[in-house]
């Protein structure tokens, strides 16, 4: 129906409007440069999906274009028609300057520009951004954004929740430098997860506990409001492919035997270390629990991508498509899950929403038998020395 139809795309564009604090910006780019000091020398950096006139990315990279040597910031907007922002009011900025014009303000993109000292101050910072209005609405997909996408070096942003897919797919059709904050989930998409197994791809330096802190419109999902400013909190991280020091810095972890004598973990304690029925590796349910000796394989939470140092551990799968390497699940009629061998039902489970969230395939062994499955696993490896 167009009408049910049209809601769900306006509910999509409010949750696309959550606005990155400073600080948190300030922390991850800063990791980039300790490690590499010249990550950004001599760049192009595009700031797509942003609002230059507010943006907090669009500040940092104005106010810190010296300090990370660039050669040229470009950030663009998106129209407000485009986005469906119901009480738009252009900024001052916008309407007391002589490029103001009344009838692009609601239909075209914005592109501010930074590449020189035009107040002749001294330096380039946030009060040399020049500014004009796009072509066409700003949308990153649009020929006009893929154009100065193809030009840039680095890709920076946070970019709409509600296209996240096709927006991974457009910087990595590129094949460039980029650095985005993205849902946790996304870590695990079809589109993302084969350049994390590949190392293309990993998680930023912000760690994951807590999630992030947004800026919002919407004043109907808000979790704080400090001075009047609302605030939301998502599980959000950040991904990129670019080098930064954390994720060389390996986990520091308890043998096998130390873990089950003396970990904190009462299920380990009581159980020990699980098998899964359908799969050839042990069941480890926490990343503090994984154990620094074993060399077969282990099913291990996602957030382990969080600590992920490809120097100690290799990523083997996302545990979605489990090998048979025991009798078979069978999706039966009437939502039941069955396990069969030999062709005798030996176990089966009704095939409900849950089950289907827990996002994998793998199952537990007690007894000789399948039982639960636990919630979203990746399949990892110590490093083999070679
Ligand atoms: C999550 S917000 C982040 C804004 C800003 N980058 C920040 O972090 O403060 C995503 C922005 O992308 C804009 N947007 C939505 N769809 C877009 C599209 N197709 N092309 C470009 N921008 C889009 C939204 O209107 C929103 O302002």
Known sequence: MPGNSNLRLARAAQNDEFYTQFTDIQKEVNAYLEYNPDTFRDKTVLLPCDDPEWSNFTRFFAQNFERLKLKRLISTSYAVESKRYKNY??????????????????????????????????????????????????????????????????????????????????????????????????????????????????????????????????????????????????????ITNMEHGRRHEPLNLMTMKDNLRFGKHKDLLEEGYLRYYNYDAIDVPYVDAIPSDYDGLMGVPITFLDKYCPEQFEIIDDGTEVPKTREHISYKDKGIITYEEKGKVVWSTPYTVSERKLGNSLRIERNGLPTNCPFGRIIIRKKQQS
């Open 89 to 238: 009011q252009p900024t001052l900025f916008e309407s007391e300057s002589p490029l103001f014009d009344k009838a692009k303000t609601r239909t075209k993109g914005k592109i501010f520009v930074l590449d020189h000292d035009t107040n002749a101050n001294g330096r380039i910072d946030l009060d040399d951004l020049e500014w004009h209005y796009m072509e066409g609405d700003g949308d990153f997909r649009s020929p006009e954004v893929c154009k100065l996408r193809d030009e840039a070096d680095i890709i920076v942003t946070n970019p709409p929740f509600s296209l996240f897919r096709e927006f991974y797919t457009w910087v990595r059709k590129a094949n460039k430098q980029f650095l985005t904050i993205c849902n946790k989930n996304c870590i695990t998409y079809k589109e993302v997860f084969p350049d994390v197994k590949k190392n293309l791809v990993w998680s930023g330096r912000t760690e994951w506990a807590g999630g992030m802190w947004f800026k919002t419109t919407n004043k109907d999902d808000v979790d704080k409001i400090i001075d009047g400013v609302m605030y939301k909190n998502t599980p959000s991280i950040w």
